[in-house]
């Protein structure tokens, strides 16, 4: 039978396979230390929890809720972006709850993209920001390109060579899955272009409390004018360990914003209302849980930057978000990222996430996520001393898996 037309768009999803080969390896009693999916192992902070726990007793809370979020939680999140960005944003019209920063992105998509819309995108990114809109029917201009001097031109080669011209611009800094970071004077260029082109600015800043140096990453609502022309998504799964509450928000652009939630509207009635409640608590918090959380992965990333280094594959220090992009070791570069990945589950029990499902320019690297405490990260890198060390000497017997069908 044939496939319907949005799911023939889409490629086969990447990390299926790893996951198919973890749950493989598991069967056979392996011990794998899953550096692969972000998934925070950290648990949610206590008063957030006793806060759901108190609300849930309501049975008035028990009903459906608000699409949009609950007024108490719009005003909580517009508090934050006060305090920790100095940006002054409306609850009512410039703040819309979601299930998620990658729901609030997909139906964003839906609501603004018309079939052949043209949206300029990092490659590689998290796949929800190019493949939401190509479910919507968009078309996806890849700019393989870090936020530097030349952004700019990649963002004028990408207007001159369109047609019909780009509709929207995503961003994601601190970025899954580069980690890298983009300055304020980086945001200001990118305001200032988009709003001489008239381009929408998507902007992905899930990981905006997750830093490591000691500068917070800004916010592209912090340049004058960006209201005008850019929404901004956060999350806060990795904020604050709640990544099954599936909360977050979109803020910014009022006609954009307004696109969402009508589009929300059509299609769910928000989370439950004590997981509402709840997120404005944490919100409203004084930032001590956030600090903590911080620290966290800061200490993970030290363990694992060194001990990796000490098994022989060098790493770059991320400076922000809860994943280091680490290029594929040049013994194995040929290979790709996804037989490499392959090979990390067989040959060493360690599970990381390929590059290439973030885009065919990151097939050169993998992901590896802070989500195993310390002592498994040094563990991991035990087992891929052993794995480099093996390989070096007997080249011949280290195969990919898909090399054996």
């Not at 889409?10 to 790893?18: D, S, T």
């Not at 299930?99 to 998509?109: D, P, R, T």
């Not at 995503?170 to 980690?179: G, K, V």
């Not at 989370?271 to 992965?297: K, W």
Request: proline residues 8%.
């Amino acid at each position: 039978m044939e496939e319907f037309h949005k799911v023939r768009r889409l490629p086969p999803y990447v990390f299926e396979q790893v996951n198919r080969l973890k749950a493989s390896a598991r069967s056979r009693g392996a011990d794998i230390i899953d550096l692969g999916m972000g998934n925070p192992d950290l648990p949610t902070p206590k008063a957030i929890v006793d806060k759901l726990c108190e609300v849930v007793r309501d049975p008035r809370t028990h009903r459906y809720s608000s699409s949009r979020g609950i007024p108490g939680l719009r005003r909580a999140q517009a508090n934050y972006y006060a305090s920790r960005f100095g940006v002054k944003l409306d609850p009512d019209s410039q703040v819309v709850a979601t299930l998620g920063s990658k729901e609030g992105f997909a139906n964003m998509a839906q609501a603004i993209t018309a079939p052949g819309d043209v949206i300029l995108c990092p490659n590689p990114t998290y796949p929800i920001h190019a493949f939401g809109f190509i479910m919507s029917g968009g078309v996806i201009r890849s700019l393989q390109v870090e936020p530097d001097d030349g952004f700019i031109l990649a963002l004028e080669r990408g207007i001159r060579h369109s047609i019909p011209k780009p509709l929207a611009l995503i961003l994601n800094y601190p970025s899954n899955p580069t980690a890298l970071v983009a300055s304020l004077d980086f945001y200001k260029e990118v305001v200032a272009f988009a709003r001489k082109n008239d381009i929408i600015i998507l902007s992905d800043l899930a990981y905006s409390e997750i830093y490591f140096d000691g500068n917070p990453p800004p916010s592209v609502l912090q340049v004058p004018g960006a209201i005008d022309v850019a929404v901004e998504f956060t999350s806060m799964s990795k904020t604050f360990s709640m990544p099954g509450w599936r909360m977050g928000f979109a803020v910014g652009n009022e006609r954009l914003i307004s696109a969402l939630t009508r589009v929300k509207s059509y299609l769910d009635y928000g989370a439950f209302t004590p997981i509402q409640v709840a997120a404005a608590h944490a919100l409203n918090g004084d930032g001590a849980d956030i600090a903590e959380v911080r620290d966290v992965y800061r200490k993970r990333r030290d363990v694992m930057v060194d001990a990796f280094s000490r098994a022989g594959w060098t790493i770059p220090a991320p400076a922000a978000s809860m994943f280091a992009w680490a290029p594929i070791p040049e013994p194995f570069k040929h290979l790709g990222s996804l037989e490499f990945s392959k090979l990390l589950i067989e040959h060493a029990d360690v599970a990381v996430a390929p590059g290439v499902g973030f885009g065919e320019h990151g097939d050169d690297h993998v992901r590896i996520a802070l989500v195993e405490n310390e002592h498994r990260i040094r563990q991991a890198a035990r087992n891929i001393k052993r794995f480099l060390a093996s390989s070096a000497k007997q080249p011949n017997n280290v195969v990919p898996l898909a090399a054996h069908r």
